[in-house]
């Protein structure tokens, strides 16, 4: 089983409101990714966790939350967002097996700021 | 810094037909690059992984190629589909990267017609 699953598949929200994205895998990988993609543009990297542990930040800003509550979960908590913050976020994780590393992406969140 | 690069940016061809589609990268220190195919508004789909000590891999109708020393993979894609409509991404890892940040070009955008 390869999967990552992402929930909810779209959202819409206020630039008042404050919603989660979820994300999840059962592949026994000890790293998980945040990406964000607008159209016609490649995923940008916002943040890694390694072993639950914050690994990296892309110099996201603050209304961006995450949070890696255990090893298979990995949440997106926002707040205050803009407009332009309405994206693809795209959840990926991945384990290091010798000299391989996949990086296997969830379905996506069609994000919506009005 | 690792920069990159896909060419063509948009592909039009009819089935049946063989392609290629380019991906360059400015470091030959990588740890592997993989390939991804992307459908409108989901999510990316791995396709092939290369280990840099690796020259190709094949999967069906797909082989990915890796020359490290003139920092070039190529995607070759035989007896085209219409199916096989979609965005294809190729991303990079980096050697010194220990945190999975991969780099991606900016996609090639291929259309098989019938």
């Known amino acids: 089983d390869t999967e990552v699953t992402q929930t909810p598949k779209h959202l819409v929200m206020g630039m008042t409101n404050k919603k989660s994205l979820k994300c999840e895998q059962h592949?026994?990988?000890?790293?998980m990714y945040w990406y964000k993609q607008k159209a016609k543009k490649p995923p940008e990297l916002m943040f890694v966790y390694s072993y639950e542990k914050l690994s990296i930040n892309e110099s996201v800003p603050s209304r961006f939350s995450p949070e890696c509550p255990n090893s298979s979960l990995l949440n997106l908590h926002l707040h205050a967002l803009q407009p332009e913050d309405s994206a693809l976020y795209l959840c990926?994780?991945?384990?290091?097996?010798?000299?391989?590393?996949?990086?296997?992406f969830g379905p996506g969140t069609r994000l919506l700021v009005l | 810094k690792q920069e990159v690069t896909q060419i063509p940016a948009a592909l039009s061809v009819p089935e049946g037909e063989n392609l290629v589609l380019n991906c360059s990268f400015t470091d030959s220190a990588i740890y592997n690059l993989q390939w991804f195919r992307q459908d409108p508004g989901k999510g990316l789909t791995s396709l092939l992984l290369?280990?840099?000590?690796?020259r190709e891999q094949t999967s069906g109708r797909l082989n990915a190629s890796l020359d490290k020393s003139s920092g070039r993979s190529t995607l070759y894609i035989a007896a085209s589909q219409p199916g096989d409509s979609a965005t294809y991404l190729c991303a990079g890892l980096g050697i010194y990267n220990q945190g999975g940040k991969l780099i991606f070009g900016q996609g090639t955008e291929l259309s098989v017609k019938p």
């Open positions: 990926a994780s991945s384990q290091r097996q010798g000299a391989e590393e996949t990086q296997y």
């Open positions: 290369i280990q840099s000590s690796q």
């Open positions: 592949m026994g990988h000890r790293a």
